[in-house]
Protein backbone atom coordinates (compact mmCIF):
# COMPACT_ATOMS: atom_id res chain seq x y z
CA UNK A 1 0.00 0.00 0.00
CA UNK A 2 0.98 3.33 -0.90
CA UNK A 3 2.00 6.12 1.90
CA UNK A 4 3.18 9.42 2.21
CA UNK A 5 5.86 10.48 5.02
CA UNK A 6 5.64 14.70 5.81
CA UNK A 7 8.65 15.18 7.83
CA UNK A 8 8.49 17.55 10.25
CA UNK A 9 5.03 18.27 11.20
CA UNK A 10 5.95 21.88 12.43
CA UNK A 11 8.22 24.16 10.48
CA UNK A 12 8.96 27.83 11.66
CA UNK A 13 10.93 30.10 9.30
CA UNK A 14 11.63 33.65 8.97
CA UNK A 15 9.67 35.92 6.81
CA UNK A 16 11.71 36.56 3.54
CA UNK A 17 13.21 32.67 4.10
CA UNK A 18 13.51 29.97 2.00
CA UNK A 19 10.64 27.86 2.75
CA UNK A 20 10.99 23.65 2.79
CA UNK A 21 8.09 21.21 2.93
CA UNK A 22 9.41 17.93 2.74
CA UNK A 23 7.15 14.66 1.20
CA UNK A 24 8.31 11.73 0.43
CA UNK A 25 5.92 9.05 -1.08
CA UNK A 26 6.25 5.06 -1.09
CA UNK A 27 4.83 3.60 -4.45
CA UNK A 28 6.72 1.06 -6.84
CA UNK A 29 5.13 2.70 -10.41
CA UNK A 30 5.40 7.04 -10.68
CA UNK A 31 1.82 8.00 -8.97
CA UNK A 32 0.12 11.70 -8.94
CA UNK A 33 1.35 13.69 -6.66
CA UNK A 34 -0.36 17.04 -5.11
CA UNK A 35 0.32 19.75 -2.30
CA UNK A 36 -2.77 21.09 -0.54
CA UNK A 37 -2.63 24.65 1.48
CA UNK A 38 -5.34 24.61 4.59
CA UNK A 39 -6.39 28.20 6.08
CA UNK A 40 -8.31 27.03 9.71
CA UNK A 41 -11.25 26.14 9.25
CA UNK A 42 -11.28 25.88 5.71
CA UNK A 43 -11.27 23.24 2.68
CA UNK A 44 -8.14 22.40 1.00
CA UNK A 45 -6.44 24.66 -1.81
CA UNK A 46 -4.98 22.93 -4.71
CA UNK A 47 -1.31 25.02 -4.60
CA UNK A 48 0.56 22.27 -7.25
CA UNK A 49 0.49 18.68 -9.18
CA UNK A 50 2.66 16.38 -10.64
CA UNK A 51 0.88 14.04 -13.11
CA UNK A 52 4.25 12.63 -14.95
CA UNK A 53 4.78 15.76 -17.18
CA UNK A 54 7.59 18.23 -15.97
CA UNK A 55 9.23 16.95 -12.87
CA UNK A 56 9.67 20.43 -11.86
CA UNK A 57 5.78 21.73 -11.26
CA UNK A 58 5.31 25.45 -10.19
CA UNK A 59 2.04 26.37 -8.37
CA UNK A 60 0.28 29.30 -7.05
CA UNK A 61 1.36 32.04 -4.65
CA UNK A 62 5.09 31.51 -5.93
CA UNK A 63 5.52 27.49 -4.52
CA UNK A 64 6.71 25.38 -6.35
CA UNK A 65 7.79 21.32 -6.05
CA UNK A 66 10.67 19.23 -7.80
CA UNK A 67 9.76 15.08 -8.25
CA UNK A 68 12.17 13.40 -7.88
CA UNK A 69 11.86 9.64 -8.91
CA UNK A 70 15.32 8.32 -7.27
CA UNK A 71 14.66 9.74 -3.81
CA UNK A 72 10.56 9.32 -4.35
CA UNK A 73 10.49 12.66 -2.63
CA UNK A 74 7.99 15.77 -3.95
CA UNK A 75 9.06 18.86 -1.90
CA UNK A 76 7.47 22.07 -1.84
CA UNK A 77 9.69 25.28 -1.87
CA UNK A 78 9.02 29.15 -1.78
CA UNK A 79 12.01 31.24 -2.16
CA UNK A 80 10.76 34.11 0.14
CA UNK A 81 8.05 33.19 2.96
CA UNK A 82 5.62 35.47 3.94
CA UNK A 83 3.07 36.31 6.90
CA UNK A 84 0.34 34.91 4.30
CA UNK A 85 1.92 31.85 3.85
CA UNK A 86 1.32 30.90 7.18
CA UNK A 87 -0.50 27.68 7.12
CA UNK A 88 -1.12 23.99 7.25
CA UNK A 89 0.49 22.20 4.12
CA UNK A 90 -0.30 18.50 3.51
CA UNK A 91 1.03 16.56 0.38
CA UNK A 92 -1.00 14.00 -0.90
CA UNK A 93 -0.61 10.97 -3.60
CA UNK A 94 -3.31 9.63 -6.12
CA UNK A 95 -2.98 6.21 -6.21
CA UNK A 96 -2.96 4.42 -9.70
CA UNK A 97 -5.36 1.82 -9.43
CA UNK A 98 -7.94 4.33 -10.91
CA UNK A 99 -10.05 4.64 -7.77
CA UNK A 100 -8.16 8.18 -7.94
CA UNK A 101 -8.59 7.90 -3.84
CA UNK A 102 -5.74 10.11 -2.29
CA UNK A 103 -3.17 9.16 0.38
CA UNK A 104 -3.14 12.33 2.73
CA UNK A 105 0.41 12.68 4.44
CA UNK A 106 -0.25 14.15 8.42
CA UNK A 107 0.47 17.35 7.54
CA UNK A 108 3.13 20.15 8.09
CA UNK A 109 1.94 23.23 10.23
CA UNK A 110 3.97 26.69 8.79
CA UNK A 111 4.64 29.30 11.27
CA UNK A 112 6.25 32.62 9.75
CA UNK A 113 7.94 34.57 12.03
CA UNK A 114 8.04 38.45 11.46
CA UNK B 1 -12.45 27.60 -12.35
CA UNK B 2 -13.06 24.44 -10.08
CA UNK B 3 -15.27 25.45 -7.05
CA UNK B 4 -16.95 23.59 -4.67
CA UNK B 5 -19.09 24.37 -2.12
CA UNK B 6 -20.75 22.66 0.95
CA UNK B 7 -23.93 23.96 3.36
CA UNK B 8 -24.29 24.09 5.76
CA UNK B 9 -20.59 25.24 7.37
CA UNK B 10 -21.52 24.99 11.04
CA UNK B 11 -24.53 23.07 12.06
CA UNK B 12 -25.30 21.91 15.48
CA UNK B 13 -27.46 19.13 16.36
CA UNK B 14 -28.61 17.62 19.24
CA UNK B 15 -27.49 13.72 20.07
CA UNK B 16 -30.39 11.20 18.12
CA UNK B 17 -31.10 13.38 15.44
CA UNK B 18 -29.96 13.23 11.58
CA UNK B 19 -28.07 16.20 9.89
CA UNK B 20 -27.75 15.81 6.13
CA UNK B 21 -24.53 17.79 4.66
CA UNK B 22 -24.79 18.95 1.02
CA UNK B 23 -21.46 19.08 -1.25
CA UNK B 24 -21.81 20.65 -4.60
CA UNK B 25 -19.12 21.75 -7.69
CA UNK B 26 -20.72 24.76 -9.34
CA UNK B 27 -19.38 25.18 -11.90
CA UNK B 28 -17.90 21.59 -13.25
CA UNK B 29 -19.19 18.08 -13.22
CA UNK B 30 -17.83 15.79 -10.69
CA UNK B 31 -18.15 12.10 -11.45
CA UNK B 32 -16.73 11.45 -8.27
CA UNK B 33 -17.25 13.24 -5.38
CA UNK B 34 -14.90 12.15 -1.80
CA UNK B 35 -16.09 12.84 1.67
CA UNK B 36 -13.39 13.01 4.72
CA UNK B 37 -13.45 13.84 8.54
CA UNK B 38 -10.68 15.75 10.17
CA UNK B 39 -10.09 15.31 13.07
CA UNK B 40 -8.20 18.81 14.83
CA UNK B 41 -5.20 19.40 14.26
CA UNK B 42 -5.18 15.90 11.95
CA UNK B 43 -5.07 15.01 8.35
CA UNK B 44 -8.14 14.00 6.47
CA UNK B 45 -9.59 10.80 6.79
CA UNK B 46 -11.39 9.31 3.58
CA UNK B 47 -14.56 8.03 4.21
CA UNK B 48 -16.38 7.61 1.21
CA UNK B 49 -16.25 7.84 -2.40
CA UNK B 50 -18.81 8.68 -4.07
CA UNK B 51 -19.56 8.16 -7.98
CA UNK B 52 -22.73 9.68 -9.56
CA UNK B 53 -25.42 7.31 -10.24
CA UNK B 54 -23.87 4.08 -8.08
CA UNK B 55 -23.75 3.55 -4.26
CA UNK B 56 -20.79 4.88 -2.84
CA UNK B 57 -17.91 2.77 -1.55
CA UNK B 58 -16.99 2.99 2.07
CA UNK B 59 -14.08 3.01 3.87
CA UNK B 60 -12.82 -0.06 6.01
CA UNK B 61 -14.34 0.94 9.23
CA UNK B 62 -16.88 3.86 8.26
CA UNK B 63 -20.17 2.99 8.93
CA UNK B 64 -22.49 3.14 5.91
CA UNK B 65 -25.37 2.89 7.73
CA UNK B 66 -24.89 5.85 9.99
CA UNK B 67 -23.07 7.98 6.83
CA UNK B 68 -25.27 7.67 4.39
CA UNK B 69 -24.04 9.23 0.91
CA UNK B 70 -26.31 9.90 -1.72
CA UNK B 71 -24.42 11.45 -5.66
CA UNK B 72 -27.81 11.70 -7.56
CA UNK B 73 -26.69 14.42 -9.54
CA UNK B 74 -23.07 15.74 -11.26
CA UNK B 75 -23.18 18.65 -9.25
CA UNK B 76 -24.73 17.55 -5.81
CA UNK B 77 -23.55 14.93 -3.23
CA UNK B 78 -25.01 14.57 0.41
CA UNK B 79 -23.65 12.91 3.52
CA UNK B 80 -26.53 12.81 5.89
CA UNK B 81 -25.59 11.29 9.66
CA UNK B 82 -28.18 9.19 11.15
CA UNK B 83 -28.58 9.09 14.41
CA UNK B 84 -25.68 11.56 15.46
CA UNK B 85 -24.03 11.32 18.72
CA UNK B 86 -21.52 13.45 20.39
CA UNK B 87 -18.32 11.67 19.09
CA UNK B 88 -19.56 11.84 15.56
CA UNK B 89 -18.42 15.77 16.23
CA UNK B 90 -15.94 16.49 13.71
CA UNK B 91 -14.90 18.27 10.45
CA UNK B 92 -16.44 17.08 7.38
CA UNK B 93 -14.98 17.84 4.37
CA UNK B 94 -16.10 17.00 0.50
CA UNK B 95 -13.94 16.88 -2.39
CA UNK B 96 -15.25 16.32 -6.50
CA UNK B 97 -12.96 15.79 -9.38
CA UNK B 98 -14.22 15.98 -13.21
CA UNK B 99 -13.86 12.50 -15.07
CA UNK B 100 -10.49 11.63 -16.23
CA UNK B 101 -8.56 14.07 -13.80
CA UNK B 102 -6.67 13.19 -10.76
CA UNK B 103 -6.94 16.49 -9.02
CA UNK B 104 -9.61 16.97 -6.20
CA UNK B 105 -11.42 20.32 -5.13
CA UNK B 106 -12.57 20.63 -2.54
CA UNK B 107 -15.48 22.28 0.10
CA UNK B 108 -14.55 24.53 2.39
CA UNK B 109 -16.09 22.15 5.09
CA UNK B 110 -18.58 21.82 7.51
CA UNK B 111 -18.35 21.71 11.40
CA UNK B 112 -20.79 19.59 12.88
CA UNK B 113 -21.26 19.52 16.62
CA UNK B 114 -23.69 17.27 18.96
CA UNK B 115 -24.82 17.99 22.13
Known amino acids: AQSVTQLGSHVSVSEGALVLLRCNYSSSVPPYLFWYVQYPNQGLQLLLKYTSAATLVKGINGFEAEFKKSETSFHLTKPSAHMSDAAEYFC????????????FGTGTRLKVLA | GAVVSQHPSRVICKSGTSVKIECRSLDFQATTMFWYRQFPKKSLMLMATSNEGSKATYEQGVEKDKFLINHASLTLSTLTVTSAHPEDSSFYIC???????????FGPGTRLTVT
Open chain 2, 95 to 105: SAKLAGAYEQY
Open chain 1, 92 to 103: AVSEASGTYKYI
